[in-house]
């Protein structure tokens, strides 16, 4: 390998962290190499530097984009209080960015992101951890090519933990939308409703999440999607009914078969477009991936390192789209799409559920006021 990508770290600990493991997601793979860290904790920066076993530390990322020649910086918070002006000067110092999701609360600032990087000419991508997972990629393929017929339908189930409705919107819905962008293309509309409890979520439900994520309402949400080629996609969620996340996935229907999700990204493909429990003739297989289940000595792999591990992945296709001048898997691009659903969400719901085209118009989130 000719180049090694010099490496800067942002985190911010107690308001965001490090997310999931973006300080260390880089650590083992020979094209980078981390050379900076900035916190604006002093404790949680030294911590940071020695976990990543460095010594050239900044309590302010801006100073570390001035005087470090960095090639690509991991953006880890996960509040978004300071996710605009740190994509854009990540992207005004000319270095690619890898950044924590969700991308943005409202569309204003997806649109400035987006541009921030576009001007710079950087790639930019997200940590969605499931894009590159190896069952995920090959189900995708063999919907794509036809083998289960025609895609129909795609269902997302997200956690439903006490974050449900309109705070898992944002947090979990990243995820799912990414992957239905993935597999059926660009959103063309939304249509959406919200509620607390038994009513119709209003202006006067606004509130805060656990962490600054923007604006949130409502304790439950159930969203439509429509893609090219009649595709419908479906995610709902509502508060409270965890049961241990056992209920997170996503189910694709096809022409001839379904296809489940699972938690950590493992996939189970039914041979038909409905569910049969009474038919013991069909059942649910697993699609294994061999170097993804199993070590060289044909060991399972423990999959609750799935998100260190797709991170890897991501990485990797990240410097290949770098090198090779190409869109990166979990973009940006991509994740704006997913702020359109996000606030498209709103949007509906405070129009009476009416379809909506994508793009929306209206940039300005319906939450904001003034």
């Not at 309109?166 to 962008?181: K, T």
Request: proline share 6%; net charge neutral.
């Amino acid at each position: 390998m000719s180049k090694k990508y010099r490496v800067g770290i942002i985190g911010s600990t107690n308001r965001g962290n490090y997310g999931h493991g973006m300080d260390t997601a880089f650590t083992g793979l020979e094209a980078f190499e981390v050379v900076a860290v900035a916190d604006d904790d002093p404790t949680g920066l030294a911590a940071a530097a020695k976990r990543l076993g460095i010594t050239r530390q900044y309590s302010d990322y801006r100073e570390m984009l001035g005087k470090e020649k960095l090639d690509i910086v991991g953006i880890g918070p996960r509040w978004l209080t300071e996710r605009v002006p740190m994509v854009t000067a990540v992207a005004e110092a000319g270095c690619h960015v890898f950044v924590e999701k969700p991308l943005a609360s409202s569309l204003r600032d997806s649109d400035a992101m987006l541009a921030a990087c576009e001007r710079a000419k950087v790639k930019a991508m997200m940590a969605h951890q499931l894009h590159l997972l190896p069952p995920v990629r090959q189900a995708f393929a063999e919907i794509k090519s036809g083998k289960y017929g025609r895609l129909l339908r795609i269902y997302g189930q997200p956690s439903d933990d006490a974050r449900g409705g309109g705070e898992e919107l944002i947090v979990h819905g990243s995820h799912f939308f990414d992957l239905m962008v993935d597999l059926a293309g660009p959103p063309r509309w939304v249509s959406a409703h919200l509620a607390v409890g038994d009513r119709d979520v209003t202006l006067a439900d606004k509130r805060e999440g656990r962490e600054p994520i923007g604006p949130i309402a409502g304790d439950s949400a159930a969203v439509m999607l429509g893609f090219d080629h009649g595709v419908r996609g479906f995610w709902n969620s509502t508060a409270n009914l965890d049961i241990g996340g056992v209920i997170y996935g996503l189910l694709i229907q096809c022409e001839k078969a379904t296809i489940h999700m699972r938690p950590g990204g493992d996939i189970y493909i039914y041979p038909g477009p409905v569910i049969e429990p009474e038919n013991e003739k069909r059942a649910w297989q697993k699609l294994w991936v061999e170097s993804w289940h199993f070590d060289a000595e044909h060991k399972p792999r423990p999959m609750k390192d799935f998100i260190h591990r797709g991170n890897k992945l991501l990485l990797e296709g990240f410097l290949a789209a770098i090198e090779k001048d190409t869109e990166p898997p979990a973009s940006m691009r991509a994740a704006g799409y997913i702020t359109e659903i996000i606030q498209g969400t709103y949007a509906s719901h405070f129009a009476g559920g009416k379809r909506l085209s994508i793009p929306l118009v209206d940039r300005k989130h319906p939450l904001e006021v003034g």
